[in-house]
Protein backbone atom coordinates (compact mmCIF):
# COMPACT_ATOMS: atom_id res chain seq x y z
CA UNK A 1 0.00 0.00 0.00
CA UNK A 2 1.98 2.95 -1.05
CA UNK A 3 -0.70 5.78 -0.78
CA UNK A 4 -0.16 6.19 3.00
CA UNK A 5 -2.72 9.35 3.14
CA UNK A 6 -6.31 8.82 3.27
CA UNK A 7 -8.74 10.45 1.37
CA UNK A 8 -11.36 11.77 3.48
CA UNK A 9 -14.74 12.67 2.96
CA UNK A 10 -17.25 14.68 5.02
CA UNK A 11 -20.56 13.76 3.85
CA UNK A 12 -22.32 16.97 3.79
CA UNK A 13 -25.65 17.72 5.66
CA UNK A 14 -29.08 17.04 3.55
CA UNK A 15 -29.75 19.67 1.15
CA UNK A 16 -31.25 20.72 -1.94
CA UNK A 17 -28.51 20.93 -4.49
CA UNK A 18 -27.75 16.88 -2.72
CA UNK A 19 -31.63 15.89 -3.26
CA UNK A 20 -30.80 16.91 -7.21
CA UNK A 21 -27.44 15.12 -7.62
CA UNK A 22 -29.63 12.07 -6.50
CA UNK A 23 -31.83 12.78 -8.75
CA UNK A 24 -29.12 13.04 -11.81
CA UNK A 25 -27.40 10.37 -10.85
CA UNK A 26 -30.33 7.94 -11.23
CA UNK A 27 -31.51 9.38 -14.47
CA UNK A 28 -27.96 8.94 -15.74
CA UNK A 29 -27.84 5.53 -14.29
CA UNK A 30 -31.02 4.95 -16.47
CA UNK A 31 -29.27 6.80 -19.57
CA UNK A 32 -26.17 4.52 -18.97
CA UNK A 33 -27.99 1.06 -19.28
CA UNK A 34 -30.03 2.07 -22.03
CA UNK A 35 -26.97 2.96 -24.16
CA UNK A 36 -25.65 -0.64 -23.91
CA UNK A 37 -28.76 -2.08 -24.22
CA UNK A 38 -28.95 -2.36 -28.78
CA UNK A 39 -30.78 -5.15 -28.65
CA UNK A 40 -33.51 -3.25 -26.42
CA UNK A 41 -33.91 -0.85 -29.01
CA UNK A 42 -34.35 -3.26 -31.93
CA UNK A 43 -36.92 -5.35 -30.24
CA UNK A 44 -39.15 -2.78 -29.03
CA UNK A 45 -39.40 -0.96 -32.37
CA UNK A 46 -40.07 -3.86 -33.94
CA UNK A 47 -43.96 -4.35 -32.83
CA UNK A 48 -44.78 -0.46 -33.30
CA UNK A 49 -43.28 -0.82 -37.26
CA UNK A 50 -45.40 -4.16 -37.73
CA UNK A 51 -48.45 -2.20 -37.02
CA UNK A 52 -47.54 1.12 -38.86
CA UNK A 53 -47.10 -1.17 -42.02
CA UNK A 54 -48.70 -4.14 -41.51
CA UNK A 55 -52.38 -2.80 -39.99
CA UNK A 56 -51.23 0.40 -41.90
CA UNK A 57 -51.59 -0.86 -44.79
CA UNK A 58 -54.28 -2.99 -44.18
CA UNK A 59 -56.33 -0.62 -43.11
CA UNK A 60 -55.02 1.64 -46.33
CA UNK A 61 -53.58 4.20 -43.94
CA UNK A 62 -50.44 4.42 -42.65
CA UNK A 63 -50.64 8.15 -42.50
CA UNK A 64 -53.42 8.26 -40.04
CA UNK A 65 -52.51 5.92 -37.65
CA UNK A 66 -48.78 7.12 -37.70
CA UNK A 67 -49.09 9.56 -33.97
CA UNK A 68 -50.93 6.45 -32.76
CA UNK A 69 -48.11 4.49 -33.67
CA UNK A 70 -45.56 7.18 -32.23
CA UNK A 71 -47.57 7.37 -29.03
CA UNK A 72 -47.82 3.42 -28.81
CA UNK A 73 -44.07 2.73 -29.07
CA UNK A 74 -43.43 5.20 -26.01
CA UNK A 75 -45.98 3.84 -24.07
CA UNK A 76 -44.81 0.47 -23.77
CA UNK A 77 -41.04 1.07 -23.49
CA UNK A 78 -41.87 3.38 -20.63
CA UNK A 79 -44.10 1.38 -18.62
CA UNK A 80 -41.27 -1.82 -18.85
CA UNK A 81 -38.55 0.66 -18.22
CA UNK A 82 -40.25 1.48 -14.44
CA UNK A 83 -40.03 -2.69 -14.34
CA UNK A 84 -36.87 -2.34 -14.32
CA UNK A 85 -37.29 -1.20 -10.11
CA UNK A 86 -38.92 -4.71 -10.04
CA UNK A 87 -35.62 -6.07 -11.24
CA UNK A 88 -33.31 -3.47 -9.03
CA UNK A 89 -35.48 -5.20 -6.13
CA UNK A 90 -34.72 -8.69 -7.30
CA UNK A 91 -31.04 -8.11 -7.55
CA UNK A 92 -30.66 -5.82 -4.42
CA UNK A 93 -29.44 -2.89 -6.48
CA UNK A 94 -32.88 -0.96 -4.57
CA UNK A 95 -31.48 -1.44 -1.21
CA UNK A 96 -28.53 0.29 -2.13
CA UNK A 97 -30.53 3.34 -3.68
CA UNK A 98 -32.85 3.06 -0.44
CA UNK A 99 -30.14 3.60 2.07
CA UNK A 100 -28.71 6.29 0.87
CA UNK A 101 -29.24 9.66 2.73
CA UNK A 102 -31.31 11.31 0.00
CA UNK A 103 -35.31 11.40 -0.18
CA UNK A 104 -36.87 8.66 -1.63
CA UNK A 105 -38.96 11.02 -3.46
CA UNK A 106 -35.60 12.09 -5.53
CA UNK A 107 -34.75 8.36 -6.21
CA UNK A 108 -38.35 7.95 -7.72
CA UNK A 109 -38.27 11.02 -9.60
CA UNK A 110 -34.82 10.34 -11.07
CA UNK A 111 -36.30 6.82 -11.93
CA UNK A 112 -38.53 8.63 -13.89
CA UNK A 113 -37.34 11.03 -15.41
CA UNK A 114 -34.41 8.51 -16.36
CA UNK A 115 -37.44 5.70 -17.72
CA UNK A 116 -39.35 9.19 -19.56
CA UNK A 117 -35.98 10.05 -21.60
CA UNK A 118 -34.95 6.09 -22.57
CA UNK A 119 -38.63 5.59 -23.79
CA UNK A 120 -38.27 8.54 -25.79
CA UNK A 121 -35.10 8.69 -27.08
CA UNK A 122 -36.34 5.06 -28.28
CA UNK A 123 -39.46 6.37 -29.99
CA UNK A 124 -38.15 9.32 -31.64
CA UNK A 125 -36.20 6.83 -33.90
CA UNK A 126 -39.35 6.58 -35.51
CA UNK A 127 -39.61 10.15 -36.79
CA UNK A 128 -37.64 8.82 -39.98
CA UNK A 129 -40.38 6.88 -41.12
CA UNK A 130 -42.06 10.65 -41.71
CA UNK A 131 -41.50 10.50 -45.61
CA UNK A 132 -42.87 7.22 -46.34
CA UNK A 133 -46.08 7.83 -44.46
CA UNK A 134 -46.46 10.97 -46.20
CA UNK A 135 -45.93 13.31 -43.18
CA UNK A 136 -44.11 16.59 -44.05
CA UNK A 137 -40.25 16.21 -42.44
CA UNK A 138 -39.89 19.32 -40.49
CA UNK A 139 -37.61 19.96 -37.64
CA UNK A 140 -39.89 22.10 -35.65
CA UNK A 141 -42.49 19.25 -35.87
CA UNK A 142 -39.70 17.07 -35.15
CA UNK A 143 -38.84 18.64 -31.23
CA UNK A 144 -43.08 18.88 -30.78
CA UNK A 145 -43.24 15.26 -31.63
CA UNK A 146 -40.12 14.47 -28.90
CA UNK A 147 -41.81 17.33 -26.41
CA UNK A 148 -45.20 14.96 -26.64
CA UNK A 149 -43.51 11.30 -26.74
CA UNK A 150 -41.42 12.97 -22.99
CA UNK A 151 -44.41 13.93 -21.74
CA UNK A 152 -46.68 10.87 -22.32
CA UNK A 153 -43.31 8.71 -21.47
CA UNK A 154 -43.13 10.37 -17.82
CA UNK A 155 -47.14 9.43 -17.39
CA UNK A 156 -46.26 6.24 -18.29
CA UNK A 157 -43.68 6.08 -16.34
CA UNK A 158 -45.01 7.37 -13.25
CA UNK A 159 -47.71 4.56 -14.18
CA UNK A 160 -45.73 1.69 -13.96
CA UNK A 161 -43.65 2.88 -11.01
CA UNK A 162 -47.15 3.13 -8.93
CA UNK A 163 -47.52 -0.36 -9.80
CA UNK A 164 -43.77 -1.39 -8.99
CA UNK A 165 -44.11 -0.27 -5.91
CA UNK A 166 -46.85 -3.21 -5.03
CA UNK A 167 -45.98 -5.65 -7.43
CA UNK A 168 -43.03 -7.46 -6.09
CA UNK A 169 -42.61 -10.49 -9.05
CA UNK A 170 -41.65 -9.34 -12.55
CA UNK A 171 -44.43 -11.74 -14.31
CA UNK A 172 -47.36 -10.30 -12.24
CA UNK A 173 -45.48 -6.58 -13.31
CA UNK A 174 -45.91 -7.57 -16.55
CA UNK A 175 -49.11 -9.45 -17.11
CA UNK A 176 -50.81 -6.50 -14.56
CA UNK A 177 -49.30 -3.76 -16.93
CA UNK A 178 -50.36 -5.62 -20.15
CA UNK A 179 -53.67 -5.77 -18.71
CA UNK A 180 -53.90 -2.00 -18.20
CA UNK A 181 -51.88 -0.56 -20.85
CA UNK A 182 -53.66 -2.97 -23.86
CA UNK A 183 -57.17 -2.01 -23.45
CA UNK A 184 -55.90 1.92 -22.89
CA UNK A 185 -54.15 2.12 -26.04
CA UNK A 186 -56.97 -0.17 -28.04
CA UNK A 187 -59.58 2.77 -26.98
CA UNK A 188 -57.67 5.88 -27.07
CA UNK A 189 -58.12 6.41 -30.36
CA UNK A 190 -54.68 5.90 -32.12
CA UNK A 191 -55.94 3.32 -34.64
CA UNK A 192 -59.38 4.86 -35.55
CA UNK A 193 -60.78 8.29 -35.57
CA UNK A 194 -62.38 9.39 -32.26
CA UNK A 195 -65.32 11.70 -34.04
CA UNK A 196 -68.60 9.72 -34.58
CA UNK A 197 -67.97 6.39 -32.42
CA UNK A 198 -70.87 4.91 -30.90
CA UNK A 199 -71.60 6.14 -27.26
CA UNK A 200 -70.47 3.33 -25.20
CA UNK A 201 -67.28 3.70 -27.56
CA UNK A 202 -67.39 6.91 -27.32
CA UNK A 203 -67.94 7.40 -23.43
CA UNK A 204 -64.86 4.74 -22.81
CA UNK A 205 -62.46 6.97 -25.59
CA UNK A 206 -63.33 10.14 -23.61
CA UNK A 207 -62.23 9.20 -20.26
CA UNK A 208 -58.98 6.89 -21.13
CA UNK A 209 -56.00 9.37 -20.47
CA UNK A 210 -54.29 8.29 -23.69
CA UNK A 211 -56.85 9.88 -26.07
CA UNK A 212 -55.20 13.23 -24.65
CA UNK A 213 -52.00 12.19 -25.61
CA UNK A 214 -52.85 10.85 -28.77
CA UNK A 215 -54.91 13.62 -29.89
CA UNK A 216 -52.26 16.53 -29.85
CA UNK A 217 -49.59 13.81 -31.27
CA UNK A 218 -52.46 13.64 -34.29
CA UNK A 219 -53.22 17.44 -34.68
CA UNK A 220 -49.72 18.18 -34.50
CA UNK A 221 -48.60 15.76 -37.36
CA UNK A 222 -51.75 15.63 -39.65
CA UNK A 223 -53.96 18.40 -41.13
CA UNK A 224 -57.43 18.59 -40.92
CA UNK A 225 -57.82 16.70 -37.61
CA UNK A 226 -61.78 16.12 -36.26
CA UNK A 227 -60.02 16.60 -32.43
CA UNK A 228 -61.57 14.94 -29.07
CA UNK A 229 -65.11 16.89 -28.17
CA UNK A 230 -66.65 17.03 -24.62
CA UNK A 231 -70.52 17.77 -25.45
CA UNK A 232 -69.54 19.25 -28.80
CA UNK A 233 -67.38 21.61 -27.49
CA UNK A 234 -63.45 20.98 -29.54
CA UNK A 235 -60.64 20.47 -26.47
CA UNK A 236 -57.93 22.28 -27.28
CA UNK A 237 -54.61 20.75 -27.25
CA UNK A 238 -52.88 22.61 -24.47
CA UNK A 239 -55.77 21.05 -22.12
CA UNK A 240 -54.70 18.16 -23.26
CA UNK A 241 -51.39 18.55 -22.37
CA UNK A 242 -52.05 19.97 -19.16
CA UNK A 243 -54.70 17.16 -18.69
CA UNK A 244 -51.33 14.34 -19.16
CA UNK A 245 -49.49 16.75 -17.15
CA UNK A 246 -51.32 16.89 -14.06
CA UNK A 247 -52.14 12.96 -13.79
CA UNK A 248 -48.58 12.16 -14.57
CA UNK A 249 -47.36 14.23 -11.60
CA UNK A 250 -50.43 12.89 -9.67
CA UNK A 251 -49.44 9.07 -10.08
CA UNK A 252 -45.65 9.83 -9.63
CA UNK A 253 -46.77 11.21 -6.12
CA UNK A 254 -48.80 8.24 -5.44
CA UNK A 255 -45.62 6.72 -5.97
CA UNK A 256 -43.28 8.38 -4.22
CA UNK A 257 -45.67 7.95 -1.42
CA UNK A 258 -46.30 4.25 -1.32
CA UNK A 259 -42.10 4.20 -1.71
CA UNK A 260 -41.69 6.48 0.99
CA UNK A 261 -43.80 3.79 3.00
CA UNK A 262 -41.98 0.53 2.65
CA UNK A 263 -39.15 -0.25 5.31
CA UNK B 1 -19.48 4.89 18.61
CA UNK B 2 -22.81 2.29 19.29
CA UNK B 3 -25.23 2.32 22.30
CA UNK B 4 -27.72 -0.17 22.32
CA UNK B 5 -30.35 -0.26 25.03
CA UNK B 6 -32.82 -3.00 25.52
CA UNK B 7 -33.28 -3.04 21.65
CA UNK B 8 -36.34 -5.50 20.52
CA UNK B 9 -37.68 -6.08 17.23
CA UNK B 10 -41.21 -8.60 17.12
CA UNK B 11 -42.63 -9.28 13.76
CA UNK B 12 -45.79 -10.38 14.55
CA UNK B 13 -46.12 -12.81 17.53
CA UNK B 14 -42.31 -13.65 16.80
CA UNK B 15 -39.60 -12.10 19.00
CA UNK B 16 -36.15 -12.11 16.56
CA UNK B 17 -34.82 -9.53 19.21
CA UNK B 18 -35.33 -9.87 22.67
CA UNK B 19 -34.17 -6.86 24.25
CA UNK B 20 -30.24 -6.47 23.63
CA UNK B 21 -27.40 -3.95 25.25
CA UNK B 22 -24.16 -3.36 24.84
CA UNK B 23 -21.81 -0.85 23.21
CA UNK B 24 -18.87 -0.18 20.97
CA UNK B 25 -16.39 1.55 21.36
CA UNK B 26 -15.05 3.74 18.36
CA UNK B 27 -12.04 1.99 16.24
CA UNK B 28 -13.38 -1.19 17.61
CA UNK B 29 -13.84 -4.51 15.56
CA UNK B 30 -17.11 -5.81 17.00
CA UNK B 31 -18.32 -9.12 15.99
CA UNK B 32 -22.15 -10.73 16.48
CA UNK B 33 -21.59 -14.46 16.09
CA UNK B 34 -24.25 -16.68 16.29
CA UNK B 35 -26.35 -19.52 14.24
CA UNK B 36 -28.74 -18.45 11.20
CA UNK B 37 -31.95 -17.18 12.33
CA UNK B 38 -30.15 -15.85 15.97
CA UNK B 39 -31.41 -12.32 14.88
CA UNK B 40 -27.84 -11.03 14.09
CA UNK B 41 -29.19 -9.78 10.73
CA UNK B 42 -32.49 -7.77 12.14
CA UNK B 43 -30.30 -6.08 14.95
CA UNK B 44 -27.90 -5.45 12.18
CA UNK B 45 -30.78 -4.11 9.79
CA UNK B 46 -31.96 -1.84 12.90
CA UNK B 47 -28.46 -0.24 13.56
CA UNK B 48 -28.81 0.71 9.56
CA UNK B 49 -32.29 2.44 10.16
CA UNK B 50 -33.32 0.01 7.90
CA UNK B 51 -35.80 -1.67 10.71
CA UNK B 52 -37.75 0.11 12.81
CA UNK B 53 -37.06 -1.07 16.37
CA UNK B 54 -40.56 -2.14 18.93
CA UNK B 55 -38.67 -1.29 22.14
CA UNK B 56 -35.68 -0.05 23.04
CA UNK B 57 -33.30 2.34 21.56
CA UNK B 58 -30.09 2.28 19.66
CA UNK B 59 -27.35 5.27 18.94
CA UNK B 60 -24.89 5.08 16.13
CA UNK B 61 -22.26 8.09 16.26
CA UNK B 62 -24.14 9.43 18.19
CA UNK B 63 -27.59 9.84 16.37
CA UNK B 64 -30.60 7.70 17.26
CA UNK B 65 -31.24 4.97 14.94
CA UNK B 66 -35.25 6.37 14.84
CA UNK B 67 -35.01 9.88 15.35
CA UNK B 68 -32.19 10.78 13.38
CA UNK B 69 -32.41 8.34 10.13
CA UNK B 70 -30.68 9.99 8.11
CA UNK B 71 -27.55 11.67 10.30
CA UNK B 72 -27.05 7.59 11.03
CA UNK B 73 -27.12 6.71 7.03
CA UNK B 74 -24.49 9.91 6.72
CA UNK B 75 -22.09 7.86 8.83
CA UNK B 76 -22.33 4.34 8.05
CA UNK B 77 -21.31 2.34 5.73
CA UNK B 78 -22.81 -1.01 4.55
CA UNK B 79 -22.25 -4.19 2.93
CA UNK B 80 -25.14 -6.18 3.40
CA UNK B 81 -25.76 -10.56 3.16
CA UNK B 82 -26.97 -10.29 -0.28
CA UNK B 83 -25.16 -8.45 -3.30
CA UNK B 84 -26.55 -4.80 -4.35
CA UNK B 85 -24.17 -3.89 -7.00
CA UNK B 86 -25.38 -3.09 -10.64
CA UNK B 87 -24.49 -6.01 -12.37
CA UNK B 88 -24.87 -3.68 -15.73
CA UNK B 89 -22.35 -0.84 -14.36
CA UNK B 90 -18.71 -0.59 -14.54
CA UNK B 91 -17.00 -1.02 -11.33
CA UNK B 92 -15.90 2.59 -11.13
CA UNK B 93 -19.70 3.55 -12.57
CA UNK B 94 -20.91 1.69 -9.42
CA UNK B 95 -18.65 3.60 -6.80
CA UNK B 96 -19.39 6.66 -8.50
CA UNK B 97 -23.66 6.35 -8.38
CA UNK B 98 -22.68 5.79 -4.64
CA UNK B 99 -20.91 8.81 -4.28
CA UNK B 100 -23.78 10.93 -6.04
CA UNK B 101 -26.23 9.23 -3.68
CA UNK B 102 -24.24 10.24 -0.31
CA UNK B 103 -23.51 13.72 -2.00
CA UNK B 104 -19.23 13.45 -2.12
CA UNK B 105 -18.07 16.28 -2.69
CA UNK B 106 -16.92 16.27 -6.58
CA UNK B 107 -13.35 16.93 -6.23
CA UNK B 108 -12.44 14.11 -3.93
CA UNK B 109 -14.67 11.34 -6.04
CA UNK B 110 -11.69 10.84 -8.22
CA UNK B 111 -8.96 10.41 -5.80
CA UNK B 112 -11.17 8.48 -3.17
CA UNK B 113 -12.51 6.23 -6.04
CA UNK B 114 -9.28 5.13 -6.62
CA UNK B 115 -8.41 4.79 -2.99
CA UNK B 116 -10.59 2.34 -2.33
CA UNK B 117 -10.23 0.42 -5.32
CA UNK B 118 -6.95 0.19 -4.43
CA UNK B 119 -7.08 -1.54 -1.53
CA UNK B 120 -9.19 -3.96 -2.32
CA UNK B 121 -7.34 -4.71 -5.61
CA UNK B 122 -9.75 -4.14 -8.05
CA UNK B 123 -7.81 -0.57 -9.72
CA UNK B 124 -7.05 -2.29 -12.92
CA UNK B 125 -10.31 -3.99 -13.41
CA UNK B 126 -12.90 -0.50 -12.82
CA UNK B 127 -13.89 -0.24 -16.47
CA UNK B 128 -15.62 -3.86 -16.42
CA UNK B 129 -19.04 -4.50 -16.18
CA UNK B 130 -19.50 -6.03 -12.16
CA UNK B 131 -21.32 -9.13 -13.91
CA UNK B 132 -18.30 -10.10 -15.31
CA UNK B 133 -16.74 -10.54 -11.65
CA UNK B 134 -16.25 -13.40 -9.42
CA UNK B 135 -18.08 -13.53 -5.56
CA UNK B 136 -15.12 -12.45 -3.98
CA UNK B 137 -14.71 -9.88 -6.47
CA UNK B 138 -17.76 -8.30 -5.69
CA UNK B 139 -17.45 -8.82 -1.79
CA UNK B 140 -14.31 -6.70 -2.40
CA UNK B 141 -16.09 -4.11 -4.87
CA UNK B 142 -18.88 -4.00 -2.13
CA UNK B 143 -16.52 -3.02 0.24
CA UNK B 144 -14.97 -0.34 -1.55
CA UNK B 145 -18.53 1.36 -2.22
CA UNK B 146 -19.11 1.00 2.10
CA UNK B 147 -16.17 2.99 2.15
CA UNK B 148 -16.60 5.32 -0.50
CA UNK B 149 -18.01 8.30 1.78
CA UNK B 150 -15.70 8.07 4.94
CA UNK B 151 -18.58 6.32 7.03
CA UNK B 152 -17.48 5.87 10.79
CA UNK B 153 -19.07 3.02 11.26
CA UNK B 154 -18.56 0.14 8.73
CA UNK B 155 -21.66 -2.87 8.86
CA UNK B 156 -20.43 -6.00 7.41
CA UNK B 157 -23.22 -8.47 7.33
CA UNK B 158 -21.60 -11.97 6.91
CA UNK B 159 -19.00 -10.88 4.91
CA UNK B 160 -17.28 -13.68 4.06
CA UNK B 161 -20.18 -15.86 3.44
CA UNK B 162 -20.39 -18.25 0.10
CA UNK B 163 -16.98 -17.14 -0.54
CA UNK B 164 -13.65 -19.91 -0.74
CA UNK B 165 -11.27 -19.55 2.19
CA UNK B 166 -8.63 -17.68 -0.21
CA UNK B 167 -11.00 -14.72 -0.33
CA UNK B 168 -12.19 -14.98 3.27
CA UNK B 169 -8.42 -14.31 4.38
CA UNK B 170 -7.94 -11.46 1.82
CA UNK B 171 -11.11 -9.85 3.58
CA UNK B 172 -10.07 -10.02 6.58
CA UNK B 173 -6.52 -8.41 5.76
CA UNK B 174 -8.76 -5.73 4.17
CA UNK B 175 -10.58 -5.60 7.20
CA UNK B 176 -7.57 -4.95 9.76
CA UNK B 177 -6.30 -2.80 6.67
CA UNK B 178 -9.12 -0.49 7.32
CA UNK B 179 -9.16 0.33 10.64
CA UNK B 180 -5.48 0.97 10.83
CA UNK B 181 -5.33 3.33 7.88
CA UNK B 182 -9.22 4.94 8.53
CA UNK B 183 -9.92 4.44 11.99
CA UNK B 184 -13.02 3.57 11.59
CA UNK B 185 -15.49 1.01 13.70
CA UNK B 186 -16.69 -2.11 12.29
CA UNK B 187 -19.33 -3.97 13.25
CA UNK B 188 -20.30 -7.33 11.74
CA UNK B 189 -21.77 -10.69 11.77
CA UNK B 190 -20.83 -13.81 11.01
CA UNK B 191 -21.03 -17.71 12.03
CA UNK B 192 -17.86 -18.89 11.15
CA UNK B 193 -16.11 -19.33 14.83
CA UNK B 194 -12.22 -18.67 12.71
CA UNK B 195 -13.38 -15.60 12.33
CA UNK B 196 -14.34 -14.61 15.45
CA UNK B 197 -11.79 -14.64 16.79
CA UNK B 198 -10.05 -11.75 14.50
CA UNK B 199 -12.63 -9.47 16.44
CA UNK B 200 -11.95 -7.09 19.26
CA UNK B 201 -14.86 -8.28 21.26
CA UNK B 202 -17.64 -10.66 20.49
CA UNK B 203 -21.38 -11.00 21.32
CA UNK B 204 -22.92 -14.27 21.55
CA UNK B 205 -26.40 -14.48 20.02
CA UNK B 206 -28.51 -17.09 20.65
CA UNK B 207 -32.71 -16.90 20.14
CA UNK B 208 -32.73 -13.16 20.28
CA UNK B 209 -30.35 -12.27 23.06
CA UNK B 210 -27.35 -12.20 24.00
CA UNK B 211 -26.01 -14.72 25.38
CA UNK B 212 -22.47 -13.41 26.39
CA UNK B 213 -20.29 -10.70 25.78
CA UNK B 214 -16.55 -9.91 25.60
CA UNK B 215 -12.76 -10.51 23.92
CA UNK B 216 -12.40 -13.75 22.70
CA UNK B 217 -9.50 -14.83 24.89
CA UNK B 218 -11.87 -13.77 28.17
CA UNK B 219 -14.96 -15.73 27.04
CA UNK B 220 -12.76 -18.51 26.19
CA UNK B 221 -11.36 -18.08 30.06
CA UNK B 222 -14.76 -17.85 31.15
CA UNK B 223 -15.29 -21.37 29.97
CA UNK B 224 -12.41 -22.21 31.78
CA UNK B 225 -10.13 -24.62 31.67
CA UNK B 226 -7.20 -25.05 29.61
CA UNK B 227 -6.29 -28.73 29.11
CA UNK B 228 -2.80 -30.46 29.59
CA UNK B 229 -2.13 -33.21 28.59
CA UNK B 230 1.52 -35.38 29.48
CA UNK B 231 3.80 -38.19 28.93
CA UNK B 232 5.63 -39.67 31.57
CA UNK B 233 8.16 -42.31 32.51
CA UNK B 234 6.09 -43.59 35.53
CA UNK B 235 2.08 -42.85 35.19
CA UNK B 236 1.24 -44.01 38.39
CA UNK B 237 3.68 -41.95 40.17
CA UNK B 238 1.88 -38.92 38.06
CA UNK B 239 -1.60 -39.79 38.86
CA UNK B 240 -1.19 -39.82 42.20
CA UNK B 241 1.01 -36.56 42.37
CA UNK B 242 -1.63 -34.32 39.93
CA UNK B 243 -4.69 -35.89 41.97
CA UNK B 244 -5.51 -32.46 43.00
CA UNK B 245 -6.19 -31.51 39.86
CA UNK B 246 -8.41 -34.48 39.26
CA UNK B 247 -6.28 -36.34 36.40
CA UNK B 248 -7.91 -39.34 34.04
CA UNK B 249 -5.71 -41.54 31.74
CA UNK B 250 -5.38 -40.61 27.96
CA UNK B 251 -4.61 -42.10 25.18
CA UNK B 252 -1.62 -43.17 26.84
CA UNK B 253 -0.90 -40.80 29.16
CA UNK B 254 -2.82 -38.13 31.69
CA UNK B 255 -4.76 -35.65 31.08
CA UNK B 256 -6.33 -32.61 33.41
CA UNK B 257 -7.18 -29.23 33.28
CA UNK B 258 -6.12 -25.93 34.49
CA UNK B 259 -6.88 -22.10 34.97
CA UNK B 260 -4.20 -21.18 33.01
CA UNK B 261 -1.88 -23.53 31.24
CA UNK B 262 0.76 -21.63 29.95
CA UNK B 263 1.29 -20.15 33.70
CA UNK B 264 1.13 -23.96 34.92
CA UNK B 265 3.25 -25.96 32.58
CA UNK B 266 6.42 -24.44 34.31
CA UNK B 267 5.71 -25.73 37.68
CA UNK B 268 4.65 -28.87 36.68
CA UNK B 269 8.21 -29.32 35.70
CA UNK B 270 9.58 -27.91 38.37
CA UNK B 271 7.59 -29.51 41.12
CA UNK B 272 6.79 -33.05 39.66
CA UNK B 273 8.92 -35.65 40.70
CA UNK B 274 8.09 -38.16 37.76
CA UNK B 275 10.39 -37.34 34.51
CA UNK B 276 7.93 -35.99 31.90
CA UNK B 277 8.30 -36.94 28.07
CA UNK B 278 6.42 -35.08 26.44
CA UNK B 279 3.41 -32.48 27.26
CA UNK B 280 0.75 -30.28 25.39
CA UNK B 281 -1.47 -27.72 26.42
CA UNK B 282 -4.94 -26.81 24.40
CA UNK B 283 -6.99 -23.38 24.54
CA UNK B 284 -10.81 -23.96 24.34
CA UNK B 285 -11.51 -22.81 21.32
CA UNK B 286 -14.69 -21.00 20.50
CA UNK B 287 -16.57 -23.52 19.64
CA UNK B 288 -16.16 -24.72 23.14
CA UNK B 289 -17.40 -21.28 24.07
CA UNK B 290 -19.98 -21.65 22.19
CA UNK B 291 -21.25 -24.86 23.56
CA UNK B 292 -20.71 -23.69 27.50
CA UNK B 293 -23.63 -20.91 26.49
CA UNK B 294 -25.70 -22.20 24.48
CA UNK B 295 -25.61 -25.86 25.07
CA UNK B 296 -25.15 -26.36 21.22
CA UNK B 297 -22.85 -26.57 18.83
CA UNK B 298 -23.09 -23.47 16.23
CA UNK B 299 -23.43 -26.21 13.73
CA UNK B 300 -26.11 -27.94 15.69
CA UNK B 301 -28.04 -24.84 16.09
CA UNK B 302 -28.28 -24.50 12.29
CA UNK B 303 -29.08 -27.96 11.63
CA UNK B 304 -31.85 -28.59 8.56
CA UNK B 305 -35.34 -29.94 10.04
CA UNK B 306 -35.61 -33.23 9.77
CA UNK B 307 -38.21 -33.20 6.85
CA UNK B 308 -35.71 -31.04 5.04
CA UNK B 309 -32.63 -33.28 5.74
CA UNK B 310 -34.95 -36.38 4.30
CA UNK B 311 -35.80 -34.27 1.31
CA UNK B 312 -32.02 -33.59 0.27
CA UNK B 313 -30.77 -37.24 1.28
CA UNK B 314 -34.37 -38.04 -1.10
CA UNK B 315 -32.41 -35.69 -4.02
CA UNK B 316 -28.86 -36.62 -3.15
CA UNK B 317 -29.77 -40.09 -3.19
CA UNK B 318 -31.36 -40.45 -6.76
New interface residues.
Partial sequence: ?S??E???????E??Y??EL??I??VWM?EL??FR?DRLGVVTSLLQPLLFLFALGTGLGTTTFIYPGILCMAVMFTAVFSAATVVW?RE???L???M????RRSSIVTGKCLGGATVASLQGVILVFLMPLVDVPFDAGVVLGVFGLMLLLAFAMTAFGLMLATRVKQMQSFMRLSQMVVMPMFFISGALFPVAGLPGWLAVLNRVDPITYAVDPMRRLLLDDVAGVTWFGWAVPAGLEVAMVAVLGLGMLAVAIWEFADT? | MIEVDALRKAFGDVEAVRGVSFSVAAGEVFGFLGPNGAGKTTTINMLCTLAKPTGGRAAVAGHDVVRERDEVRRHIGLVFQDPTLDGHLSAEQNLKLHAELYGVPSDLVGPRMEQVLTMVGLLDRRDAEVRTFSGGMRRRLEIARGLMHSPRVLFLDEPTIGLDPQTRASIWRYIHELREREQITIFMTTHYMDEAEFCDRIAIMDRGEIVALDTPAALKAQVGADRIRIETEDDEAALAALAPYAPTRSEGGIAFYVADGAQFVPRLFAELDVPITSVSVSRPSLDDVFMSFTGKTIRDAEAVPDTNRMLMRAVVGR
Fill in positions: MALVVRVRVPRSRNRARIRIRKDFGFREMVAPVE
